[in-house]
């Protein structure tokens, strides 16, 4: 066999491997091994393998990952996800379907010190659907709601799929944390027109009376002030200090999860059990997520061996397809994806085959990322995997909630998502001109 036919034969090696349930690193590092071993010989295929482990778990960035990992999980056990939604809640209760606006932008202010969109599903799933149902919103509306809002999660920075991406694109974090925020600001203004459009066209959907007569939990501007405090603290800590130059992205990790330590100690809401099953979980996630990008870094050699990047891009860019035409087509493929494994494994399969082509494209590879980690969010909402609605539906424990109402809530959401996509591929500044001041 020529090497082109080998790097094919992987490619359908490792669909078939994660199609019968084998964990996706496992099937990459089996079927890039294979695929060396059977280019060169066995003995370069396990010199690459420990050259692939040496090269791409040393980087000193990869301390980002535990650091803004262990900040979300801290911020989460804190408290400070409802303050936020009590303050929005405030200031937007006079506002048609104002609940569903305060869930969007509080859920954006969260996503600005989590980066993890399962946080955030989790979090506001306890603190704004009961709010909102008690104020005669539907449940699917209201659910519906925190299920599209979470994916803002992964879009505003720090972002964990940001980092994975700027990893396997040899692209700067910083830049494409700063990349994230204009497409997250627009995903949540095109959430918040979705809300207020149901909301005077489809009333049955969004609201069981007409009439909302339910009393607010009404706090005071000094209570406003007070519940702000964390949360500003917070983002101007991590966020000012990396877009200020104070802090490289690792260090702004770092100084973030010290703030939510600190936050976290001093509303008593951290005891010595619950900080060793956080360190513990942030320890699970940041080694499975490590060992996915050294897989993905081996599977994207053995695929440069092996010459198969080389011909698609020759295929695509000369062929009646053309750079665009292969663009839809890769987003395409992520969104289907998206409907069956998670937001991660996607990147790490896809972006291997697809960076090549996409940098023989001439795209801008900051703007292509932001494009993939849209796409990619939208599987959050989308039968039959939709992590997101499975969060929503585990958080609430409710058995008469049915996960097919939460997909359907969701559903509006994932149109306003593919609005943006169409946006963001119109108007590519969007998301650039923040990163390349």
């Known amino acids: ?11 359908g090696a490792l669909i078939l491997l994660i199609y019968i349930g084998l964990p996706i690193g496992i099937g990459m590092l089996v079927v890039s091994f294979a695929g060396v071993a059977l280019i060169r010989n066995e003995a370069v295929a396990t010199r690459m393998i420990g050259a692939v482990a040496n090269d791409s778990l040393r980087e000193y960035l990869f301390a980002v990952v535990p650091l803004f990992v262990l900040m979300g999980l801290l911020v989460t056990v804190s408290g400070v996800g409802k303050d936020t939604f009590d303050v929005f809640e405030r200031l937007l209760k006079r506002v048609t379907a104002g609940l569903g606006i305060a869930t969007v932008f509080a859920n954006a202010v969260f996503a600005s010190i989590t980066g993890i969109s399962i946080a955030s599903a989790t979090v506001f799933s306890r603190v704004a659907v009961p709010e909102m149902t008690r104020h005669g919103y539907t449940k699917k509306f209201a659910t519906g709601v925190v299920a599209g809002s979470s994916v803002l999660g992964m879009m505003i920075p720090p972002s964990l799929l940001m980092i994975v991406y700027a990893v396997l694109a040899e692209e700067s974090v910083g830049r494409m944390f700063l990349a994230g925020i204009g497409p997250g600001l627009l995903l949540a203004l095109l959430f918040s027109v979705t809300i207020v459009l149901l909301a005077k066209t489809r009333k049955d959907f969004v609201f069981t009376n ?20 964390p949360i500003v603290t917070l983002m101007l800590l991590v966020l000012g200090g990396l877009y200020g130059g104070f802090f490289n992205p690792t260090e702004a990790g770092a100084a973030g999860a010290f703030g939510a330590l600190v936050i976290a100690v001093l509303r008593r809401s951290l005891d010595g059990g619950t900080l060793w099953r956080l360190l513990v979980e942030t320890g699970q996630i940041t080694v499975s997520v490590l060992l996915l990008i050294m897989a993905a870094t081996f599977f994207s050699r053995m695929l440069a061996l092996s010459g198969v990047p080389r011909e698609l891009a020759e295929f695509f860019l000369s062929g009646p397809v053309g750079p665009f035409g292969f663009l839809i087509l890769y987003l395409l493929i992520i969104i289907a994806l998206g409907c069956l494994i998670d937001s991660i494994s996607i990147m790490l399969i896809m972006l291997p085959i697809a960076l090549p082509v996409a940098n023989a ?19 959050l909402l989308t039968p039959p995997f939709g992590l997101s609605v499975y969060t929503i539906k585990s958080a609430m424990d409710d058995p008469d909630l049915k996960v097919g109402e939460i997909f359907r809530g969701a559903f509006p959401f994932v149109v306003a998502m593919l609005v943006s996509l169409g946006l963001i591929i119109a108007f590519p500044s969007i998301a650039t001109w923040l990163a390349r001041l």
Request: charged share 20%; hydrophobic share 50%; glycine share 12%.
């Open 1 to 11: 066999m020529t090497p082109i036919e080998i790097g094919t034969y992987a490619i």
């Open 361 to 379: 494209a001439g795209f801008d590879l900051i703007w292509f990322g932001v494009l993939t980690v849209v796409a990619v969010e939208i599987g």
């Open 210 to 229: 007409t009439e909302d007569t339910t009393a607010f939990n009404d706090i005071t501007g000094g209570e406003v002030v007070r519940k702000s405090v």
